[in-house]
Nanobody, 123 residues
């Protein structure tokens, strides 16, 4: 049974940084196709960053150059380093795994989901 648990969310001011973590059980992060998504109130869930089994990465234009997705294989964890945060980054952030298409940012391409962690950026 796959379980994904996100942590690291919080409230920061614009320009600040946060690191999100996604701890996986029943799933091997090192060989997985995974991603981070976010969903703001009243908006669709959108993909922000994806990583494949060779640690190639892909980013949505809105976060490119500010966010970094990476794996900590020793801890079986996926992470998202977020710098230069903006108020428009405010959302619930979700970890996704079990991708059916490498480096996809489409919600329908992922099988497993965490419960999310809230990120709030104030101006």
């Amino acid at each position: 049974q796959v379980q994904l648990v996100e942590s690291g969310g919080g409230s920061v001011q614009a320009g600040g940084s946060l690191r999100l973590s996604c701890s996986a059980s029943g799933y091997t992060v090192s060989s997985g196709w995974m991603a981070w998504f976010r969903q703001a109130p009243g908006k669709e869930r959108e993909g922000v960053a994806a990583i494949d089994s060779d640690s190639y990465t892909y980013y949505d234009d809105s976060v490119k150059g500010r966010f970094t997705i990476f794996k900590d294989n020793t801890k079986n964890t996926l992470a998202l380093e977020m710098n230069s945060l903006k108020p428009e980054d405010t959302a619930m952030y979700y970890c996704a795994a079990g991708g059916r298409l490498a480096l996809s940012l489409r919600r329908r391409d992922y099988t497993y989901w965490g419960q999310g962690t809230q990120v709030t950026v104030s101006s």
